[in-house]
C-alpha cells in the first residue's frame, strides 16, 4: 500500500496547478497541446532494496506518469482527446529483468498502481488496483464522441482571455482592499479610474505591439466596458453616502439588465452575438442568450441590494469579492445552458 503522511503520505495529491505539454502525443511534433494539470499523486515503490518513485499527474485534458530511479527518469503521457484512455505503463530494464509499472483508476478520485516482471505481479497498491477502469473508459469514450458532435465545445475559442479575467480579478481586488481602508465611495472612484486607466494602454497595445504579442485586456466588450465604467464612477462620485455606493451594483447592473432584455427582443444581434465570441459552444441561440444575461442582471441587482440593506459593510465587501464571482459563475452557466437549447419550430 502507498505509505500515509505528507512525506509520508505519498498518495496525497498536491494541488498545484500547472500546465502539461503533450508535444508528444500531438500529431505534429512542433505543436504543443495545453493540458491543465489539476493533481499530482506521488507512489513510492520498494522492491528488492531499491525504491522506485512514481509520479503521477492529472489534468482535465489528459495525464501523464512519470518513474524515476537512480537519476534517471521514464514518461508515459496520453492525451484525453487524441487515444482511447488505457492505463499508464512504463517499463524499466534491470539486472533480474523489466520491470513494468501500471497505473489506473481505483476510484473516481484515486489510482492504483501494479509492478510486474516477466508476467509476475510483485506489487500491488491495491487488491483490484485498477477497479474503475471499465467505467472510466466507457466515460473517456462517450466524452469524445460528444466532442466530435455539432455544437461541442471548443476551447480554443478562450485562447487569450486569461489577461481580461486576470484584470477583473485584479479591480475586485483593489475595490476589497481600498473599501477596508478607506470608504466606499472613495474606493470606487480608485478602481473606476483604475479601470479607464485601462483604455489607452489597450489602445497603446493593439497600436504599436505586434498580432502575435497583442493582449485584450478589456474582454473583448471594451466599448460596453467603457460606458458601466463611466457609471460607475459618475455614481460614487455624485452620491457621497456609502449606502447608496453600496446600491450602485444593483443599479448599474439594473440597466446592464435592461441593455441586454432590449438586445434580446432584437434578437441578440448586437450583445448577445459579441458574448458568444468568448463562449466554447457554437450552437448557442443569441436571442436566449441576451434574455438570459438580463435574468442574470436582474437577480445579482437583487442580490446585491438584500445584502446591502441587511448585512454589515465588511459582509458586504466580502460578497462583492467572492459572494459575486460565485453568482456569476452559476447563474451564467445557467444562463448559457438554457441559450444552447434552442426553441423548436413554432406549431402553425
Not at 99 to 126: A, D, I, M, N
Not at 309 to 324: E, F, I, P, Q, V
Request: with cysteine; charged share 20%; aromatic share 10%.
Amino acid at each position: 500500500m502507498p505509505s500515509r503522511g505528507c512525506a509520508s503520505r505519498p498518495w496525497w495529491p498536491s494541488t498545484r496547478a500547472g500546465w502539461i505539454a503533450c508535444s508528444r502525443s500531438c500529431a505534429d511534433p512542433r505543436h504543443r497541446c495545453p493540458i491543465l494539470k489539476i493533481w499530482t499523486y506521488h507512489y513510492p515503490v520498494d522492491l528488492d532494496g531499491q525504491r522506485y518513485a512514481l509520479r503521477f499527474e492529472a489534468g482535465l485534458r489528459g495525464s501523464r506518469l512519470l518513474l524515476t530511479h537512480e537519476g534517471k527518469t521514464l514518461e508515459d503521457r496520453q492525451d484525453f482527446g487524441r487515444e482511447p484512455y488505457r492505463l499508464h505503463r512504463l517499463q524499466l530494464d534491470t539486472a533480474q529483468g523489466p520491470l513494468v509499472f501500471e497505473l489506473g483508476p481505483r476510484t473516481v478520485l484515486s489510482y492504483g498502481v501494479k509492478v510486474s516482471r516477466q508476467g509476475q505481479v510483485l506489487y500491488r497498491s491495491h487488491p483490484d488496483p485498477f477497479a474503475y477502469l471499465a467505467r472510466v473508459q466507457a466515460m473517456m469514450a462517450k466524452r469524445q464522441r460528444e466532442a466530435s458532435a455539432p455544437g461541442a465545445p471548443d476551447f480554443s475559442r478562450l485562447k487569450g482571455q486569461a489577461p481580461a479575467i486576470a484584470v477583473d480579478i485584479a479591480l475586485g481586488l483593489l475595490f476589497f482592499v481600498m473599501g477596508k481602508l478607506g470608504d466606499l465611495r472613495t474606493a470606487a472612484l480608485v478602481t473606476a479610474a483604475a479601470g479607464l486607466a485601462l483604455l489607452p494602454l489597450q489602445w497603446a497595445i493593439n497600436r504599436f505591439a505586434p498580432p502575435a504579442r497583442r493582449v485584450d485586456l478589456l474582454g473583448g466588450m471594451a466599448l460596453f466596458g467603457v460606458v458601466v465604467m463611466l457609471l460607475s464612477a459618475g455614481f460614487s462620485w455624485y452620491f457621497e453616502s456609502e449606502f447608496l455606493v453600496q446600491l450602485k451594483a444593483s443599479v448599474i447592473g439594473g440597466l446592464v439588465a435592461c441593455a441586454f432584455g432590449v438586445d434580446a427582443l432584437a434578437g441578440g444581434r448586437w450583445l448577445g452575438k459579441r458574448v458568444m465570441t468568448y463562449l466554447v459552444y457554437s450552437d448557442i441561440d443569441a436571442r436566449r442568450l441576451s434574455a438570459g444575461m438580463c435574468a442574470m442582471g436582474l437577480a445579482l441587482a437583487g442580490v446585491n441590494a438584500a445584502v446591502a440593506s441587511l448585512m454589515s459593510k465588511d459582509a458586504w465587501l466580502w460578497y462583492t469579492l467572492w459572494g459575486d464571482l460565485l453568482l456569476v459563475f452559476v447563474l451564467s452557466n445557467l444562463a448559457i445552458h438554457w441559450a444552447r437549447r434552442k426553441p423548436g419550430p413554432r406549431p402553425a
